[in-house]
């Protein structure tokens, strides 16, 4: 069994400047940051950590951001795994859909700046945290 890393983030991002720059961002915050180019490289990652958070681009080479959300939500190991949605393509059609498909939030590349990312990451690492306490405690 492969336990959550409490404060690991897994940034999926095809531009390496944009990916290098979230890395270093977490990593300064005080997480554990890893960032992976595409959808492919992501749950090959996946198959060997479980971050607390995904912070996942829609628009990526090989495996896309909505096929891979789609993967992961069809895998009870990685339910625990909050997913942020950070793209830079239409909101009104991203948005709607993935929240459907399992994504806790969605943010649009460029809106927020670095304090409020990071406030909601922090938001969804609580919020992980709390919901992954609640469904061990009921399994004991």
Known sequence: ???YIVELI?????????RSALVRLFQKAGYEAVGVA???QAL?????SLPKVMLLDLH???VDGMELLR???EQPRLAGMAVMIH???DPMVERERSLAMGAQDYVVKGALDWPDLLARVRALCEQREKTN????AQSE
């Open 133 to 136: 306490g609640a469904a061990t």
């Open 71 to 73: 993967q992961i939500r």
């Open 87 to 89: 793209s830079a393509g």
């Open 44 to 48: 090959l990652y996946l198959e060997t």
């Open 60 to 62: 990526l080479p090989n």
């Open 10 to 18: 897994l940034v999926v991002e095809d531009h390496a400047d944009s």
């Open 1 to 3: 069994v492969i336990d």
């Open 38 to 40: 595409d959808g492919a």
